[in-house]
């Protein structure tokens, strides 16, 4: 079954297919040529991106938003791993929680005097 894209997946793909538009030599290629670009339905993205279709007619954005999708892409990587390690450290406390309360409730034998 395919997922369903994100608006920020939406937006990399059509800024992606712009670049490659420019690239080939279209100076200011139309939001159609980008849609085609892209294989994403042109009015799929006027009804559901509105804001992305404003962004794409604003060039000097284009870098700018790729740069930023990058970062969060990579900060939802580290806070995954970050996830994953407070599980741990909350398992760790767990278990030496229930240590201490066995050796709390353990009862503790007379300690014996040392002759010197």
Known sequence: ???????????????????????????????????????????????????????LKDPSKDQRILEMQERIEQLEAKNLVLKKENAILARVCLELKLSLSKLISEPQSPRKKRIT
């Open 1 to 55: 079954m395919k997922t369903k894209a994100t608006e920020v997946e939406i937006e990399r793909r059509l800024i992606l297919a712009k670049q490659r538009l420019v690239t080939a030599g279209k100076t200011s290629p139309s939001i159609i040529a980008i849609c085609h670009e892209a294989k994403i339905s042109r009015a799929y993205v006027y009804a559901s991106y509105p804001e992305i279709v404003l962004r």
